[in-house]
């Protein structure tokens, strides 16, 4: 619980080193893609460092791939699908939760705070890349043109899974539709 906690709380400030947008926008090719190129409609990136900007990327990826999974998982659930359970919790993603046990919710705070821990373990590492918990910078870099294709795909489909997911859970939320019932008429 502590070490999920750890993920709110302000990095250690050291010198900081600042770039211009300008300059971070042409050398880094990861996450600017057609048709919208580099989108940040809201101006959260002026006069950030090029520390700031990685620590944003890396909680865009983060959010990316949660939502990614959370929209896999919303249609699991929907199925009628709880391997732990079987299948004893309701169909509904809303209502499952609610009828998960509290040992459940343990585990699952427990297993997300084991995974911001070692997230953070790994950030500490000489050459550590935003996002890139697994290692591939060790032997790939962004020389690599499929690399980046790769990495541009992950980001885009995080991006649209953030969307899509609050779609879901709105659709669900206000009006009762999950799974298969959100595209009946």
């Known amino acids: ?13 050291t010198a900081v080193r ?20 580099f989108f940040d409609p ?4 002026t006069g950030k460092s090029d520390e700031i900007m990685n620590l944003y990327r890396e909680a865009e990826l983060k959010h990316g791939r949660v939502a990614m999974a959370a929209c896999l998982g919303w249609y699991i659930t929907a ?24 040992v459940g919710w343990l585990q699952f705070v427990l297993g997300c705070g084991a995974i911001e821990w070692l997230a953070s373990q790994i950030r500490t590492r000489e050459g550590y890349q935003a996002g890139d918990v ?3 910078s060790y032997w790939v870099d962004n020389s690599d043109e499929g690399w980046v294709d790769y990495q541009n795909r992950e980001i885009n489909n995080g ?12 659709q669900d939320l206000y009006f009762g539709n999950y799974g298969d019932q959100i595209f009946r008429h």
């Open 1 to 13: 619980l502590v070490a999920s906690a750890s993920a709110f709380t302000p990095a250690p400030q």
């Open 18 to 37: 600042t770039s211009s947008l300008d300059a971070w926008k042409d050398d880094v090719v990861v996450g600017i893609t057609a048709p919208v190129g």
């Open 42 to 45: 809201l101006g959260f990136s």
């Open 79 to 102: 199925a009628g699908v709880h391997p732990a359970f079987n299948s004893k919790l309701s169909s509904d993603p809303l209502e499952a939760a609610q009828q998960l046990p509290a």
């Open 134 to 136: 697994l290692g591939a």
């Open 159 to 170: 991006r649209l899974a953030m969307v899509a997911f609050m779609g879901i859970f709105v």
